[in-house]
C-alpha cells in the first residue's frame, strides 16, 4: 500500500494496490488532511485501472481522486460550518476488570503465596499498596511517630481503606470536554477568473489528561481563463498542527520469555485498564524503583509535536484546436515535523535513573551504570541532575511535474474516441534528524547538567546520542490511455504505463516497469430491444477488465546500490573506541515492484425506475514478486535481506443494493446494503520466521495461510499445580519448554485465523421528511479472530490490575478438571520450576489457542439527525442556506464473541499513545451567505 501524492487538475490522487481494503479510508484520511470537509466537492474510487481513462493517471493501481472546490462565475458565497464534539469518558462497565474488593482478594493470596511480604517488596522495582503499607510502616512523621503503627489494627484499617477505594481510573484519567471545529470559506468569480478561499481552526482540549491537539489550514484556489482556449488554475494549502501527548518509548519483545513490554509507559488508556483500583490517584507508589503517580507523570513526562504542511500547484491548459487540449502540471510540498520528548528532573522515567536509596536498590537498578574499567566500582547514576530532553525532525521537499496532450472526437455521432498521454516526474528528498540531551533542568532555567560517565556509558553501549539521515526519492513515467465508444453501448478501454523508481534494483528489467489494463463494457440499455423491458428494468451493465498493476513495495526498502554506512564497533572500554564501515545492505540489482494481476468481472443493474439498484463485482488476483524479508546463509555479511520472497492468490466479490422503500412528496425511506467478501492465501514464500513472529503482533504470513494469519501455541490444559501445558516443537506435553527462537520446526503451532475479516459490510437506512433527514447506520464484520489482551503474567504486583477471569482461577487440586485459568503462581512454583522458565509458561499461555477469540462484530457506527431550514425562513434571516446536524458515533456493539469480555474487536492495545475510538456526540451548524 503506497501514497505517492500525486496531485492532477484540482484533484489529490493517490496509488493503493487493493481499495477494497479497510485501508482506503486510511488513504483517504491521509490525503484530506490539510483540506477542511467544506473544500471537497466529492471524492471517487477507481479501480482496474478506470482512472486512466477519465483522467489520465495512474495504471499502476487504483486511485482515489478527491475534487477540491473552486468558485463560480458571476456567485459570491461565504460559508460557515461549525462542529462541536463530546466524547464519553471510558466505563469499567464496559472492561472485565475487578473491582478493589475483588483485588484484594486476589493480593492476599498472593501474599499467602509468597509475593506481597515485607522481604519481597521492600525494595522491588514496582510496588502499591503493600509496598506504601510497608514503607509507613519504617517512616516518622514530624512528630517522631511511625507513619502507620505497626499493629494488625493498623494494618488492617489501611487495606480495609484500600479494599473499599475502587478508583475509577477513567474518570481520573479522562475528560469531558467539547472539541471545536470551525471553517469559513468564500468563493466569488467572473466569467474570466473565479477563486474559493478557506480556513479553518480545530482545537481539541484533549480526550485524556495532557493530551490536546490543535489544528489550523488554509486553502486558497484560483482559476484564470486567460484566452478561451487558454487556462491557469492554481491550488494552495497548508495547515499547522502543534499537539501534546504523553512521552512514549518503543516496545520491545523478549524473544525468549516472549513478553511484549515497553519501559516507562503512561498510556492513560493502558493505564486505566492495567492499574489495580486499590491504588489511590493522589498516593504515590513505587515503579522503576522511583516514586510514581500516574497524573503528575502525565505532567512531567509528554511530547510536544509540531506538523507544517505545506502545497502549491498551478496547472496550465491549452486548447490547440477544439478536439486537442495541451496541459502542464506542477506542484511544490513541503512538510516538516518536530518532535520533543520532555522527560523532567520531577519524572519517574528521570528518577528512575538515579534510584539507589538502598544497597540493595543500587545492585539492581538497571538503570544505573558501572564503570567496566574499574573493577571496584559501584553503580552510580549518569543522571545526577536534571531530566532528559529528546527532540526528532522529519523534514520532506518533493516536487510534481506533469506534462499531457488529450484528443477527443466523435465521428458521424456513433464512434467516440478519447486520446491521453504523457508523462509525470515525482521527487521527494527526506532528512531526518535526532538529537537526546540529558541533564536538562526544566526548573533551573533550561540549563543541561551532565556528567562525563554518560558519555562513557554511551560509548560501551554502542548508543549515538545524535542522528542524522537523509533519502531522495525519484520517480518518473510515461501513460498512455485509448478509449472507444460506440453509440454508449459498448465500450472498450486500455491503458499503457511505463515507470521507474530509483528504490529498486539497477538491473532494467527491476527498476522499469510496463503496466497496462484492458476493460470494457455493455450498456444494454442503450440498445433497442430494452425497451421491452419498461420500467421493470431500467439499466443493465456488464463490464469486465484485465490487468497488470504493480506497487514499489514498503517505503523503507530500497536496494538500488550497496549500502555502506559508518559505525561504531562495540569495545568493552571507551578508551578503545574506534570506527568502521559496515554493509547495511547489499546491492540487490534484481530487486523489483510488487506485481499483481487481476481479472474482473461485474454488473450494475436497476430495475422498478431506479428504485432498485446492485452492484456486483467478482474478482481473481495473483499478486507475486512480494517484498519481504529473506534469511540467506550470511554471503557477502548479510544474513536477512529484502527480496522478492512472495507470493498470493486472492479472490472474492463485492455486492451492494440500494432501494428508494418508500417515495412521496414530502417524504423518503432509501436503504444501502454493501456486502463484501474476500479470501487469500500465500502461494509461496521464501523465507523463514520464529515461533514469537508467528504467535505475536496482528498475524503474520506463512506458505499456504492467509497473509495475515495468526498462529497459537496448542494449549494442553492445567497441570495438577494448576500451570498451563502446551504443545512443544517436539511434539511433547510440557509447562515451559517452548522455543520462542525455533525456525525450522513450525508444523506444532495451531491456525487460529486470520487476523483480517474474510466478510465485511455495512447497512444504512435514510429517513428524509421535509428538510428532517434521520441516518441509522451499521457497520459489521466476521471471518477473523483477535488475540486477546495478555493479562498473564509469572508473577504480579500489587500494581496491577486483572480481569474477573481470575474468578475462576485455578485454586486447589482437582480444578484443572473445571477450569482452564492458570494458578496464581507462587514463590515455591518460581524457585522449583525456575524464574525464566515459568515467566515462559505464563507468556505462551498468552499465545496460545486458550486465549484466541472471533472477531466478528455488528456495531451501531452512527446515528444522525440533520434539518435544512426552509428557504423561506432562511431568506427572512438574511442567509441563503442553514441547517443543523446532531450525529452520534461509535455507540455500541450490536454482537461480539463473548469471550472479548468487553476487549474492542476493531483495537490492538500497544500502549504508547494508542486509545479505541470513543463514543462522541457532535453537532454541526452549517450556515451560507
Do not use: C
Not at 213 to 225: M, P, S
Not at 603 to 629: Q, S, V, W
Not at 644 to 651: C, G, R
Amino acid at each position: 500500500m503506497g501514497v505517492d501524492g500525486v496531485i492532477m487538475e484540482d484533484v489529490i490522487e493517490m496509488s493503493s494496490d487493493d481499495l477494497s481494503s479497510g485501508d482506503a479510508m486510511t488513504l483517504i484520511s491521509s490525503a484530506i488532511a490539510g483540506l477542511n470537509a467544506d473544500d471537497i466537492e466529492s471524492f471517487d474510487i477507481l479501480k482496474d485501472g478506470s482512472a486512466t481513462s477519465i483522467y489520465g493517471a495512474r495504471a499502476m493501481a487504483g486511485v482515489i481522486v478527491i475534487t477540491t472546490k473552486r468558485g463560480k462565475a458571476g456567485v459570491s458565497q461565504i460559508s460557515y460550518t461549525g462542529e462541536y464534539t463530546y466524547r464519553m469518558k471510558p466505563s469499567y462497565a464496559n472492561y472485565n476488570i475487578m473491582n478493589s474488593q475483588e483485588q484484594m482478594s486476589v493480593y492476599e493470596e498472593m501474599r499467602e503465596g509468597g509475593w506481597l511480604n515485607y522481604a519481597e517488596i521492600a525494595n522491588a522495582a514496582e510496588s502499591g499498596v503493600y509496598g506504601r503499607m510497608y514503607s509507613q510502616l519504617n517512616q516518622l512523621d514530624e512528630n517522631g511517630d511511625f507513619l502507620l503503627a505497626n499493629t494488625p489494627e493498623a494494618r488492617a484499617a489501611y487495606l480495609r481503606e484500600a479494599e473499599y477505594r475502587n478508583t475509577d481510573w477513567f474518570d481520573e484519567l479522562f475528560n469531558t470536554n467539547m472539541v471545536q471545529n470551525h471553517s469559513v470559506s468564500m468563493s466569488s468569480g467572473t466569467d474570466r477568473s473565479s477563486y474559493y478561499a478557506s480556513m479553518s481552526a480545530m482545537v481539541d482540549p484533549g480526550w485524556s489528561l495532557d493530551s490536546k491537539v490543535n489544528r489550523y489550514t488554509a486553502n486558497f484556489n484560483t482559476n484564470f481563463k486567460i484566452r478561451d482556449n487558454l487556462s491557469l488554475t492554481t491550488i494552495s494549502n497548508a495547515s499547522y498542527r502543534k499537539q501534546k501527548a504523553p512521552g512514549t518509548l518503543s516496545q520491545d519483545v523478549d524473544v525468549v520469555t516472549g513478553e511484549v513490554k515497553r519501559d516507562f509507559d503512561i498510556n492513560p488508556f493502558s493505564y486505566a485498564l492495567n492499574s489495580s483500583r486499590t491504588l489511590s490517584p493522589d498516593y504515590y507508589y513505587t515503579r522503576n524503583y522511583a516514586p510514581f503517580n500516574i497524573k503528575k507523570e502525565l505532567d512531567e513526562n509528554y511530547i510536544d509535536l509540531n506538523v507544517v504542511d505545506v502545497k502549491f500547484q498551478t496547472e496550465l491548459k491549452w486548447k490547440v484546436v477544439p478536439k486537442v487540449e495541451l496541459s502542464a502540471l506542477g506542484a511544490l510540498k513541503y512538510q516538516s515535523t518536530s518532535q520533543e520528548h520532555h522527560v523532567t528532573e520531577f519524572s519517574n522515567q528521570a528518577s528512575a535513573y538515579r534510584a539507589m536509596e538502598t544497597v540493595t536498590v543500587r545492585d539492581n537498578n538497571p538503570f544505573l551504570y558501572t564503570d567496566p574499567d574499574d573493577p571496584y566500582a559501584l553503580p552510580i547514576s549518569v543522571l545526577p541532575q536534571g531530566g532528559i530532553y529528546t527532540r526528532t525532525d522529519y523534514s520532506m521537499l518533493g516536487y510534481d511535474l506533469r506534462t499531457t496532450a488529450s484528443y477527443k472526437d466523435v465521428y458521424n455521432d456513433s464512434h467516440i474516441l478519447n486520446l491521453y498521454g504523457g508523462m509525470e516526474v515525482n521527487s521527494a528528498d527526506r532528512k531526518k534528524t535526532r538529537n537526546t540531551g540529558w541533564g536538562m533542568q526544566y526548573s533551573m532555567g533550561e540549563t543541561p547538567f551532565y556528567s562525563y560517565e554518560l558519555f562513557k556509558k554511551g560509548v560501551e553501549d554502542n548508543n549515538l546520542y545524535y542522528e542524522l539521515s537523509n533519502t531522495r526519492y525519484r520517480n518518473i513515467a510515461f501513460f498512455g490511455n485509448a478509449t472507444y465508444s460506440y453509440r454508449g453501448k459498448y465500450t472498450l478501454n486500455g491503458t499503457l504505463r511505463y515507470e521507474g523508481s530509483n528504490k529498486l534494483g539497477k538491473s532494467t528489467s527491476a527498476r522499469w516497469l510496463p503496466t497496462w489494463n484492458i476493460s470494457g463494457a455493455w450498456n444494454a440499455h442503450e440498445e433497442g430491444f430494452f425497451d421491452n423491458f419498461g420500467s421493470a428494468l431500467t439499466h443493465f451493465t456488464l463490464k469486465a477488465s484485465y490487468s497488470l498493476t504493480a506497487d514499489r513495495g514498503p517505503y523503507d526498502v530500497t536496494n538500488s546500490l550497496v549500502d555502506i554506512r559508518s559505525a561504531t564497533p562495540w569495545r568493552p572500554s571507551a578508551g578503545v573506541k574506534e570506527s568502521a564501515l559496515e554493509i547495511e545492505s547489499l546491492e540487490n540489482s534484481e530487486l523489483t515492484y510488487e506485481k499483481k494481476h487481476e481479472i474482473n468481472l461485474g454488473a450494475e443493474i436497476g430495475f422498478l425506475n431506479n428504485r432498485l439498484n446492485t452492484t456486483f463485482d467478482i474478482y481473481k488476483r495473483d499478486n507475486f514478486d512480494l517484498i519481504g524479508i529473506v534469511n540467506t546463509q550470511g554471503l557477502g555479511g548479510e544474513v536477512s535481506k529484502y527480496g522478492n520472497v512472495a507470493s498470493m492468490e486472492s479472490n472474492g466479490f463485492e455486492f451492494s443494493l440500494s432501494s428508494t422503500n418508500i417515495k412521496t412528496k414530502d417524504f423518503s425511506w432509501t436503504t444501502n446494503f454493501v456486502y463484501s467478501k474476500v479470501k487469500n492465501e500465500i502461494t509461496e514464500l521464501e523465507t523463514t520466521s520464529r515461533v514469537i513472529d508467528m504467535v505475536s503482533g496482528t498475524g503474520f504470513a506463512r506458505e499456504g495461510y492467509a497473509v495475515r494469519s495468526i498462529f497459537s501455541i496448542p494449549f494442553k490444559g492445567l497441570n495438577s499445580e494448576g500451570l498451563p501445558t502446551f504443545l512443544d516443537q517436539n511434539g511433547d506435553i510440557t509447562v515451559s519448554d517452548i522455543y520462542f527462537q525455533e525456525r525450522d520446526n513450525l508444523d506444532f503451532l495451531e491456525y487460529s485465523g486470520s487476523a483480517d475479516p474474510t466478510d465485511i459490510g455495512s447497512l444504512n437506512n435514510a429517513f428524509n421528511y421535509k428538510g428532517l433527514k434521520l441516518n441509522i447506520f451499521v457497520t459489521y464484520s466476521f471471518g477473523n479472530v483477535v488475540r486477546l489482551d495478555p493479562f498473564f503474567s509469572s508473577e504480579y504486583s500489587d500494581l496491577a490490575a486483572l480481569p474477573r477471569e481470575f474468578k475462576n482461577r485455578w485454586v486447589r487440586p482437582g480444578d484443572e478438571a473445571y477450569t482452564n485459568i492458570p494458578v496464581i503462581a507462587t514463590t515455591r512454583q518460581k524457585d522449583n520450576i525456575g524464574e525464566s522458565d515459568l515467566a515462559t509458561a505464563y507468556n505462551a499461555y498468552n499465545y496460545s489457542s486458550e486465549r484466541v477469540a472471533k472477531g466478528d462484530f455488528i456495531r451501531m457506527k452512527e446515528i444522525s439527525l440533520g434539518y435544512d431550514f426552509p428557504s423561506q425562513l432562511v431568506s427572512n434571516l438574511g442567509v441563503s442556506a442553514l441547517s443543523v446536524k446532531l450525529q452520534a458515533t461509535n455507540l455500541f456493539l450490536i454482537y461480539s464473541d463473548d469471550k472479548l469480555n468487553g476487549q474492542d474487536p476493531e483495537f490492538f492495545n500497544t500502549g504508547g499513545v494508542a486509545s479505541p475510538v470513543p463514543k462522541q456526540f457532535t453537532f454541526t451548524l452549517r450556515l451560507s451567505l
